[in-house]
Nanobody
Framework: QEQLVESGGGLVQPGASLRLSCAAS????????MGWFRQAPGKEREFVAA????????IYKDDLKGRFSASRDNADNTLYLTMSGLKPEDTAVYYC????????????????????WGQGTQVTVSS
């Protein structure tokens, strides 16, 4: 079982960069695909990015490609989301999640595939 804790959110101006972290405390982090999702006020949770258990495969929401980058440090049990060129529409609570099944060939973009979730970290982009 994984326990996940996000950090790194905050209030930033448009165009700024931010790096979110997700610390995992379970024993199986390095065997699971990890995902980032976000939920803006009044909207449904949406997929942002995912990274395979080995760190080789990454998938992004189409309109975030080039601005967002997911990475992981399996030795440190930490997942990252580096965001650049932030826009007001990026304002949301950002969640990290661990896949229910270990050693998947490719990471999933579907939230129901993820069994473990963090509590979320707020990112607000405003001038």
């Amino acid at each position: 079982q994984e326990q996940l804790v996000e950090s790194g959110g905050g209030l930033v101006q448009p165009g700024a960069s931010l790096r979110l972290s997700c610390a995992a405390s379970g024993q199986t982090f390095s065997s699971r695909s990890m995902g980032w999702f976000r939920q803006a006020p009044g909207k449904e949770r949406e997929f942002v990015a995912a990274i395979g258990w080995g760190g080789t495969h990454t998938i992004y929401k189409d309109d975030l490609k080039g601005r967002f980058s997911a990475s992981r440090d399996n030795a440190d049990n930490t997942l990252y989301l580096t965001m650049s060129g932030l826009k007001p529409e990026d304002t949301a609570v950002y969640y990290c999640a661990a896949d229910a099944s270990p050693f998947k060939a490719l990471p999933s973009t579907t939230s129901r595939e993820y069994a473990y979730w963090g509590q979320g970290t707020q990112v607000t982009v405003s001038s």
